[in-house]
């Protein structure tokens, strides 16, 4: 390799450690986020979607290190896959945040915001040179511009009622599995969702974003639905009857 040729990759490996990106090879080349930090948080940290926030508390400043990763990172650098996955964990890591900074003295995050400012409208996540709320993350960035409704099973918003906190950060290679699982697992899980005779016991979620799942929550379920549900469901499609659950808004931790 000449002087000339090694310069210039040098310049390249620089760029991405200074904006927090690197190459993954199981992306096959494309640029990645290094979210290394955040799985070691995640692994130690989130046991079967009950999340300490003790420990989160006690290396906070690990924390913070990611959260800089994310802030130095360009989002339309990335593939579109990589973006979604950026945004999930940004919005993830970034509740997690605003929970340590009332912990312990706090047993819901609803308890962090008012009527007229709730906690998904603060200006907290440092993106792409903006401060954004969680709700435009959510709402204006991975709801809009994606439009899978499997980000429902993804996003954590820090209570007992929402889709456990995934214990691995998101990644572009293998986004697909990920958030299948999530559904999956979401699904047919009795504590959230649960089919009685022909009625078909859902989470408020579906209620409140109904039209990300076209309005036909038994068609959707048949996507991921498992063993006896799926089959009482196929059977009985017609006469199925939808009622919502009440959500818990209690803190996801010990």
Not at 31 to 59: I, T
Not at 103 to 131: D, H, Q
Request: net charge positive; with cysteine.
């Amino acid at each position: 390799m000449n002087e000339s040729r090694k310069h210039r990759v040098w310049v390249v490996l620089l760029i991405f450690s200074a904006t927090g990106l690197s190459v993954s090879p199981e992306a096959r080349g494309e640029m990645s986020v290094d979210h290394g930090l955040y799985a070691r948080l995640l692994k130690q940290y989130v046991v079967q979607g009950v999340v300490d926030y003790r420990g989160f508390k006690n290396e906070e400043t690990v924390l913070d290190q990611y959260l800089q990763v994310l802030e130095n990172t360009d989002p339309e650098r990335l593939s579109r896959n990589e973006q979604f996955a950026f945004y999930v964990n940004a919005y993830n890591a970034w509740t997690i945040k605003l929970i340590l900074g009332a912990y312990p003295g706090l047993k819901s995050i609803k308890e962090l915001g008012s009527f007229l400012n709730t906690p998904w409208k603060k200006k907290i996540a440092r993106i792409g040179g903006e401060v954004l709320t969680l709700d435009a993350i959510e709402h204006d960035i991975l709801r809009k511009q994606f439009k899978d409704p499997r980000v429902h099973f993804a996003v954590n918003c820090a209570s007992k009622s929402c889709p456990p906190l995934r214990p691995e950060p998101y990644q572009g290679h293998i986004l697909n599995r990920q958030l299948d699982e999530m559904a999956a697992a979401f699904i047919n899980d009795p504590s959230y969702n649960i089919l009685e005779g022909n009625t078909l016991r859902v989470s408020s979620i579906f209620k409140w974003f109904g039209e990300d799942f076209n309005n036909d929550i038994p068609g959707y379920f048949l996507k991921y639905a498992r063993e006896d549900m799926k089959r009482r469901l196929e059977a009985n499609r017609d006469k199925i009857k939808i009622e919502y659950r009440d959500y818990d808004w209690s803190l996801n931790g010990r």
